[in-house]
């Protein structure tokens, strides 16, 4: 067989959206374009927010926001770039050695983004064939198609639903259990406060704003995170972020933000800040509980009412435990924070109503459950849990959380499981011995150590023997942490298959890449306004798939007639079909409630507005009567101690929280001799997770000589000999990448910020995209997970620790690689 | 008074010029066309056109009607007002039509002459027509569905069990299948209808000393007669039926419950957060409402519980005889409502008192009344990896 390669046309450098039309789209999609008018403006939405699109010659060519948003994203300005940019996936694609070897390919060139385009029927073929053999030789437990993410929105395409029940429909998988974003706080705080809390509605902002005296934003951005929802956004918290502004303004509300860095909220509210040393917040926690109680200022009759364990927790407390007082001044010490400074918080928190409102990123690190245990334990003692204004929150940040939400209901969501009474074909469940459900963090662990018995939340969990993967719109190798243990862990599958609209990295590592649509290329329809049930919301297709792709709905079906379940699969249904049912459903469930027309009249208005939300206390009903309306607790109550944990006996989660110090940490702590540098890798400012980063104009409105940016300390980057827009190469023990020097008075010594979701893009040491795959190529584009460490909270949560990380950095010299992240493969012609 | 014995006395006389013959002859023709002309002016009464010529008919009922699988569907059969709306017997239809007389009062005094009064009046019609289909076991649904001819291999699991189980009894298919040709009435305080449609409302016999399960949260009183609550018993719950007495029956419920405040409620078993039922501070303070028996220390909590039993009323609807109705439509809605977003947790990945933290904790996103969620929640403790013993 005579083999030639060559640079496919894509990776015109002197691309342009100007000629993205005629360039990317088909003839055909522009002859079909859409039963609606040409010059309409439809309606359809993302989790950046719900828009108004309108096309031009059968292109998208202006997004607006949706009536409704009067707090539109910026990032609204990066949606037409997710559509038109060169990191499509335009046609399905096999790894050139799997097409040649199938089973037998060598592992070690994944990576090496060399593919070859197949058609769609040879692809769905290859993908159900390793089905069959994974299924056939290893039995479930050699798959794992449970590794889901973020999708894109709309209820109907959701992918992962998609993909779940068609390759369910061919043999069952491993699953996994919790999520990277809350991992950790979404296992200890049902033990603590009887629920996940990190998804649970939040005490609407009108009583906060009307009854808090103080509000603690503890390493919390909400200004930053709320940008981006579940569900289409419309940005409504923002409103009352503007009001909380007016309020610190006229000393009615005070804000007290504790973060290791100036955050953007900090700087939109122009509020109070108190610097920490990154990951030791829980000593500042234990400093302050210390003041409280040392001072009698601590809540006696809602502690007794509503708690249990105070007593086995203050002996921690005052050090008759362990030989440490937890003081002010033990606190000083590892947190930099000053002891007066503590002191006066202490009081300030006790006097009026004091809200806490947590973020999530002090939980995405070793002993993560720690942070949130102890700022429950917090909360209890200043006795506010329950009122208005007061007590403590963990969401919201999050999803328009806290905007007073309606009763409606949304719609539904097409299918993940199997309708009751189907089977699938190699219907077998023994895992062989194996767990069938794994924390999700420790997936690559289970990879590599297959058989290893791990602790996790009370219980085993034995990894099973898995070698084959299935992701689809879902990219872990953005999310997940050390891109060179992931190396090493994708060398033993088999098989990898991933279903995305763009090439990520995922696809990169992938043997199998089937090409989805975007959201604004299919029809669809999502709930708006996230939490807040706003109304339903029509999703509307502005152009037909371009290349190749196909909606997720059609990709599934297609792969379902292969295993003769078409029928089964679609119940028989269309598109159009589907959509009518989820809307009618909706309807019937709110009918007498929320009147909702019918549907016609809904797709040609584009959306339901369910109307204005009520207010609403978070935990109100358990302080109004704690017999009645108990926790999800064991004991029902609040669990300052639990017994329940205790009896793990784990050495790094105990009966109550605990400062404990990390594997590595920075300023002063575990090797910052070596590495001194904590790298934050918090959600980013312009882009969901990494959904976005593909719009390659609107990414070049942040990105430094084509990287991403990594935010500096000015001093410590003088030191180093780094000017802002310099090149910057960040490393530790584990990975090396390259990223853009941004310098900011906003960034403390020590302390540096790369984005996660910037997309990994390894280059090898000759430059070339293929010397990418081995194990150690610096990643030229700046993805921080290159960096990251790849362990377990705790035995308790297993979740992931991407926070507990240390680096350092210098100024690159030497011949500048090219960004490999971008534009997809190198394709070759067989 | 004269004039009418005299008319009496007329129509008494023997003929004098006819035949007998020739009278019958007369009679008989007399009675063909009065006959004919009444049976075709009943079926004129009798035809979709006749139904919707009046204007309420045609704008509500109709045209809903036409959104619905009896009107269009793949092998052409329709269904028009009189199958289902007119018996097919001849006695029965005329004491039908008999009834739907009150219709012409309704239509001359323009009772559901606009939407609003349609609205309005939705509940109480479809109540009556409910209770017409619930008197002859939906016969007019039976005349085209048989549950002799369905084919059970084609039907999903769930549906097989609902539906063996409604022939075993030859139930009225409207039991479950409400508002499908129209649209629901507005329940108003209807509680958690889709489960009710599903796992239907209970029995109206009782056996004492027989156990039954409640498909909703029920109220509870102190006696067969008064208003006063005594507490909610929850729903899943197993009762022992002691008697009953006029709309309501004594119940005997047994569990643990937590000694802390006024220990007012009552869990399923010993240390196991599962929601049997909550009495009132009243009824929990009155002598003889709760039998206490053995207490123990809980370990994982430190709190002390205590067997009880009660003994209380409650209204004789939503009792079942059987549990797992509501197990099934529990698991089919947490499968449904909680995988679209995730996939869901396998019931056995957490114990029964981890399963109200984490569910308590997802709930914002998901469309469930109070009763359905109460159910499922006690659904997935019941699975949990408490009762069933299953490696995760």
């Known amino acids: 067989m005579k083999r030639r390669s060559f640079l496919k046309g894509i990776l015109a450098a002197s691309y342009t959206i100007a000629t993205a039309t005629s360039v990317l789209t088909p003839l055909s999609a522009l002859a079909k374009t859409g039963a609606a008018k040409r010059d309409d403006w439809l309606t359809t939405g993302s989790h950046f927010g719900a828009f108004k699109i309108k096309r031009k010659n059968g292109v998208i060519d202006q997004v607006k926001p949706f009536d409704l948003d009067k707090y539109p994203t910026d990032m609204i300005n990066g949606i037409k770039g997710m559509v038109y940019n060169p990191s499509r996936v335009r046609y399905p694609m096999v790894r050139l050695d799997f097409l040649l070897k199938g089973h037998k390919s060598d592992t070690t060139q994944r990576g090496n983004y060399r593919f070859v385009r197949v058609t769609w029927d040879q692809a769905l073929t290859l993908f159900k064939n390793s089905l069959d053999n994974i299924q056939t030789n290893y039995g479930p437990s050699g798959l794992h198609a449970g590794q889901t993410g973020w999708r894109a929105t709309g209820q109907l395409h959701s992918s992962t639903s998609h993909m779940q029940r068609a390759v369910g429909m061919h043999g069952n998988f491993v699953k996994k259990i919790g999520d990277y974003s809350t991992g950790a706080g979404q296992t200890i705080l049902p033990y603590v406060l009887g629920s996940t809390e990190v998804y649970a509605q939040g005490t609407s902002w009108p009583l906060i704003l009307d009854n808090a005296n103080t509000i603690i934003l503890w390493a919390n951005d909400p200004y930053k995170n709320l940008q981006v929802g579940w569900n289409a956004e419309t940005h409504e918290s923002f409103e009352y972020l503007a009001q909380l502004k007016e309020k610190i303004k006229q000393g009615k509300i005070r804000v007290i933000s504790i973060d290791p860095v100036a955050s953007k909220t900090q700087d939109y509210l122009g509020c109070e800040k108190i610097y920490v040393n990154p990951q030791t917040d829980v000593a500042l926690m234990l400093a302050i509980a210390y003041e409280i109680y040392n001072n009698d200022l601590h809540d006696k009759a809602f502690i007794e009412g509503y708690s249990l364990g105070f007593d086995r927790f203050v002996p921690y407390l005052t050090g008759e435990e362990d030989g440490i007082p937890k003081t002010v001044q033990w606190a000083e010490k590892i947190t930099a924070v000053p002891a007066d400074v503590i002191k006066q918080l202490a009081k300030t928190m006790v006097v009026g109503r004091t809200q806490i409102l947590m973020g999530w990123c002090i939980q995405r690190q070793q002993h993560g459950e720690q942070p949130y245990w102890m700022a429950a334990v917090l909360a209890t003692m200043i006795g506010q849990i329950g009122l208005p204004g007061g007590g403590i929150s963990y969401g919201h940040h999050y999803s328009s959380i806290g905007v007073p939400a309606t009763k409606a209901s949304a719609p539904g969501g097409f299918p993940r499981n199997l309708d009751e009474g189907q089977k699938p074909i190699f219907d077998s469940t023994d895992f062989k011995g194996a767990s069938s459900t794994i924390p999700v963090a420790r997936w690559i662990d289970a990879i590599l150590s297959p058989g290893k018995v791990i602790d996790a939340n009370g219980g085993k969990v034995t990894y099973p023997d898995i070698k084959m993967m299935v992701f689809s719109g879902n990219n872990p190798w953005s999310h997940h942490q050390n891109r060179n243990q992931m190396k090493k862990a994708f060398h033993k599958l088999e098989c990898v298959v991933s279903i995305d609209i763009n090439w990520t990295a995922t696809c990169r590592f992938s043997d199998i890449v089937l090409p989805a649509c975007t959201t604004y290329e299919r029809n669809d329809i999502d709930i708006y306004g996230s939490y807040a049930k706003r109304g339903v919301l029509a999703m509307q297709k502005m152009v037909d798939p371009l290349y190749n792709s196909l909606s997720d709905y059609e990709i599934f079906t297609r792969f379902a007639k292969l295993l003769g379940k078409e029928q089964e699969y679609t119940r028989g249904m269309t598109e159009f079909d589907w959509l009518k049912k989820l809307y009618n459903d909706c309807k019937d469930a709110n009918s007498g409630q929320f009147e909702m027309p019918e549907f016609d009249q809904f797709w040609q208005d584009g959306y339901v507005h369910f109307g204005e939300g009520e207010l609403w206390t978070r935990h109100a009903d358990f302080r109004a009567d704690p017999e009645i309306n108990p926790l999800g607790t064991p004991s029902g109550m609040i669990e300052i101690h639990s017994r329940k944990i205790e009896r793990y006996q784990y050495d790094d989660c105990k009966g109550h929280p605990t400062w404990m110090e990390k594997s590595e940490r920075s300023h002063g702590g575990p090797g910052s001799d070596k590495h001194p540098i904590w790298m934050q890798s918090c959600h980013p400012d312009k882009r969901l997770h990494s959904q976005m980063c593909e719009s390659k104009s609107y990414r070049e409105t942040y990105s430094v000589q084509d990287r991403e940016p990594v935010y500096l300390n000015p001093e410590d980057a003088k030191h180093r000999g780094i000017k802002d827009g310099d090149v910057v190469r960040v490393f530790n023990d584990r990975g090396q990448l390259l990223a853009g020097a941004v310098i900011s008075d906003n960034f403390p010594k020590g302390v540096i910020r790369i984005h996660e979701g910037a997309w990994y893009g390894p280059v090898g040491d000759d430059g070339s995209t293929a010397a990418g795959a081995e194990i150690g190529a610096i990643c030229s584009y700046g993805d921080p997970n290159t960096l990251t460490q790849d362990i377990g909270s705790s035995k308790l949560a297993q979740a992931c620790s991407a926070y507990t990380c240390s680096v350092d950095y210098e100024k690159f010299v030497g011949h500048l690689p090219p960004v490999t992240s971008f534009n997809g493969p190198t394709e070759i012609a067989v | ?392």
């Open chain 2, 1 to 392: 008074m004269k004039w009418l014995i005299n008319i009496w006395k007329t129509l008494n006389k023997p003929a004098k010029y006819l035949t007998l013959g020739s009278i019958s002859l007369t009679a008989f023709v007399m009675g063909i066309l009065f006959w004919g002309g009444f049976n075709t002016a009943l079926e004129a009464t009798n035809t979709e056109e006749f139904c919707i010529s009046c204007h309420s008919m045609e704008s509500k009922p109709y045209q809903e009607l036409q959104q619905t699988v009896h009107w269009s569907n793949h092998a052409g059969v329709r269904a028009t007002c009189p199958d289902c709306h007119v018996p097919h017997d001849w006695s029965r239809k005329i004491a039908r039509k008999m009834e739907a007389s009150s219709d012409v009062w309704g239509w001359i005094f323009n009772t559901v002459n606009t939407s609003e009064k349609f609205e309005d009046k939705r509940l109480e019609m479809a109540s009556r027509e409910w209770a017409r289909f619930d008197r002859d076991d939906s016969l007019a649904c039976k005349n085209c569905h048989e549950y002799d001819s369905m084919k059970w291999d084609e039907m999903s699991t769930l549906a097989q069990k609902q539906m063996k189980r409604a022939a075993e009894k030859d139930q009225s298919c409207v039991d479950c299948h409400k508002g499908i040709a129209h649209k629901l009435p507005d329940m108003g305080d209807a509680r958690a209808p889709q489960l009710i449609a599903e796992v239907g409302s209970g029995e109206s016999q009782f056996s004492n000393d027989e156990y039954y399960f409640s498909a909703l949260t029920k109220p509870l009183f102190f006696s067969p007669t008064g208003d006063v609550e005594a507490g909610t018993l929850n729903v899943a719950t197993k009762v022992k039926v002691l008697e009953t007495n006029g709309n309501r029956v004594k119940v005997t419920i047994a569990g643990w419950r937590k000694k802390i405040g006024a220990s007012r409620v009552i869990y399923f078993d010993f240390g196991i957060n599962m929601l049997t039922a909550q009495l009132s501070i009243e009824a929990a303070k009155t002598e003889g409402v709760i039998t206490p028996f053995e207490e123990k220390e809980d370990e994982l909590t430190g709190l002390k519980w205590q067997r009880v039993e009660t003994t209380l009323w409650t209204e004789k609807e939503y009792l079942l005889t059987e549990q797992q109705p509501l197990w099934d439509y529990a698991r089919t809605t947490f499968r449904k409502s909680c995988s679209v977003c995730h996939t869901q947790p396998d019931e056995a990945h957490f114990d029964a008192n981890t399963w109200p933290g984490m569910f308590q904790g997802m709930i914002a996103f998901v469309n469930m009344d109070d009763d359905t969620q109460a159910l499922v929640q006690k659904y997935l403790q019941t699975h949990s990896s408490t009762f069933v013993k299953k490696e995760h």
